[in-house]
Each structure stands twice: as structure tokens, then as C-alpha cells.
């Protein structure tokens, strides 16, 4: 048993329905800033990066599901937190506005971060051959 | 009589509902409930057990019946005890790369040359021709007869629903992919 199997059959509607709710608490917080220079890049980073969280906490909680491993449940917790992280770092982006993109040492952290987190997805979502 | 599928899900419904941790027995018969005709190193390498304790697991459960080895030219194959004849044979050559390509291009199209199944699966022809063999031997595929051989795949919607049933969604292919890296 896992998530998937409990999730209703029509899956073209259930990914619909994920990409809507995403993009309904995405737009409010990028619309205001798409004018505003390399901001939108360091907020699309931020919105990107709770969805990244957001999914490797979905499946860690599907493999506890599946195998009933109880270190899943930490790493879930651990993803969790890293996407309430980005969460509150949206948020204060969305006061402070970043002017100097490329010379501020915080955006050269937050996009080694957010290499780090694309990377590690890719490499969960690298399908096993039978 | 309740059919293959349905079994599998039951009982691994079943043994999912207990509450706590699975004992190893209980993992060992959902692996192979998983994975029918895992071979016995592979189920020694998923399960991270040893040799000895996995024979001593293995000898236990097929004395009380939940699961049996069918042991051919050297390969331990087990299965679990509700299992079809006609669905174990099919399984262990989905279980293997080439057969199931094979399988797969036959599902594919309806007929095809011996020429178009190797193009189509890019193996050599003396590859393709070993397992093209052993599909027809085990009745999984026929030859039609005509001015050119032709293939067909026997049973087109029982290949289908296997594949369908061990070939795990994305997601869950992802959730087993990150236990794997925190294991």
C-alpha cells in the first residue's frame, strides 16, 4: 500500500488539481515583483524550492507508508522543516528587495542550496531498470 | 475463486494493518509478494541478510507453505504460495531485461519480423534469437506461419496486467529510490 494506490483513479484530474493549487499560492507573491530586476529570480528560486521540499516530504512519507521504516518519518520531518525554511525566507524577500543579485554573498548561498536540492531530486526521480 | 491480484492485495493489506514494526519473516514474505521470482542473492542484497539467515528464513516460511522456491538450473526463484503457473513463468522472464524489451515491442505492435523485434530493441540478433527462443518454448509467444515468420505475444492482456501490477508508479519508484539513499 502506498499514497498512490489510495489517490482517485482519475490521475489527469489529480495532477491538475496539484498544479492549480501551486500555481493559485504561487502568483500572488511573484506577480507584485515580475518588473523588479533579479528579485523575481531570487523569489522563483524560493517558490521552486518549497515545491522541491514539499515533494521529497510527500515521499518520504510515502516510503514510511510503503515500508514502514521509521527513519523515513525523520528525513520527512527534515524536508519539512527545509520547506517552512524557504517559506520564511519568501516571505522576507518579499520586503527586502534584492538589488545586487550577482554580488551578494546570501543569493550565491541560496542558489548553492537550491543547486543542492535540484540535484538531490534528480537523482531520487533517476528511475531503477527491472 | 479469488483471482492472483486480488490475493496479493489482500494479504498485503493484511500484513500492512499490523500495527509497529513488521517482523523479518513478514518483510521477507511482502518482498516477495513485491517481487515474484526474485532470485534468493537478490532478496539476500534488497533485505540486507546474510546468507545463512536468509536460508534459515527461507527453509522456515516454505515449511509452513507461505512462500516456494522453484530452484532451475541454478537459480533459486522464489515465490510466494498463491501464484498461477501461467503467471510464475511469465514473471520470470519480466523479471529479465531483454524478454521483457521483447515483450514490450510485441505488446507494442501486434506482428512483428525477427528483423524489427531486434531493430526495435536494439540488442544483437544472437541475443534476441536466445530469448526470442525460450518466449515461444515457454508459450509466452508464436511463430505465425507464413512467408515471413512473424511473432505474436500469446496473451496480450495477462502480459499487460503483470506489467502493469510489478511496475511501481513513479512516485513510489522515487519513494523507494530515497529510502535507498538513506539506508
Same mark, same amino acid.
Given at each position: ?130 | ?34 517481487? %515474484? ?5 537478490? /532478496?539476500? #542484497?534488497?533485505? @540486507?541478510? $546474510? ?6 528464513? =527461507? *527453509? ?38 531483454? %524478454? ?5 515491442? /510485441?505488446? #507494442?505492435?501486434? @506482428?512483428? $519480423? ?6 526495435? =530493441? *536494439? ?61
Amino acid at each position: 500500500m502506498s499514497i498512490v494506490e489510495a489517490i482517485p483513479r482519475n490521475k489527469p484530474l489529480v495532477i491538475f488539481a496539484i498544479i492549480a493549487i501551486i500555481g493559485v499560492s504561487t502568483v500572488p507573491s511573484l506577480a507584485p515583483h515580475v518588473f523588479h530586476g533579479m528579485h523575481i529570480v531570487d523569489l522563483i528560486m524560493h517558490q521552486v524550492g518549497i515545491v522541491l521540499a514539499s515533494i521529497l516530504t510527500f515521499l518520504a512519507l510515502n516510503s514510511y507508508i510503503m515500508n514502514k521504516s521509521k527513519k523515513m518519518i525523520v528525513v520527512s520531518i527534515a524536508f519539512a522543516l527545509f520547506a517552512c525554511a524557504e517559506l520564511v525566507q519568501l516571505l522576507e524577500s518579499q520586503k527586502h528587495h534584492v538589488l545586487d543579485f550577482w554580488n551578494s554573498p546570501t543569493e550565491w548561498a541560496h542558489i548553492m542550496l537550491f543547486g543542492m536540492l535540484v540535484l538531490f531530486a534528480l537523482a531520487i526521480f533517476k528511475r531503477k531498470q527491472l | 475463486m479469488k483471482s492472483f491480484t486480488e490475493l496479493r492485495t489482500i494479504e498485503i493489506e493484511s500484513i500492512l494493518s499490523k500495527k509497529g514494526k513488521l517482523t523479518r519473516e513478514e518483510r521477507i514474505i511482502l518482498e516477495i509478494k513485491n517481487n %515474484p521470482g526474485i532470485r534468493f542473492r537478490e /532478496l539476500m #542484497k534488497s533485505m @540486507k541478510i $546474510t546468507n545463512g539467515v536468509m536460508s534459515y528464513y =527461507i *527453509q522456515k516460511l516454505e515449511k509452513l507453505g507461505v512462500i516456494f522456491t522453484e530452484r532451475k538450473s541454478g537459480v533459486s526463484r522464489l515465490f510466494t504460495d498463491n501464484i498461477d503457473t501461467s503467471d510464475m513463468s511469465l514473471i520470470k522472464f519480466l523479471r529479465t531485461a531483454t %524478454p521483457k524489451k521483447i515483450m514490450l515491442v /510485441l505488446l #507494442k505492435d501486434d @506482428k512483428l $519480423t525477427f528483423r524489427q523485434i531486434t531493430e526495435k =530493441i *536494439q540488442m544483437s540478433p544472437s541475443t534476441t534469437s536466445f530469448y526470442l527462443k525460450k518466449l515461444v518454448s515457454s508459450n509466452i509467444v508464436r511463430v505465425s506461419n507464413g512467408a515471413n515468420n512473424k511473432y505474436i505475444l500469446e496473451n496480450k492482456k495477462q502480459v499487460s496486467n503483470l506489467i502493469v501490477l510489478y511496475h511501481p508508479s513513479i512516485i513510489d519508484a522515487a519513494s523507494e529510490n530515497l529510502e535507498d539513499i538513506f539506508s
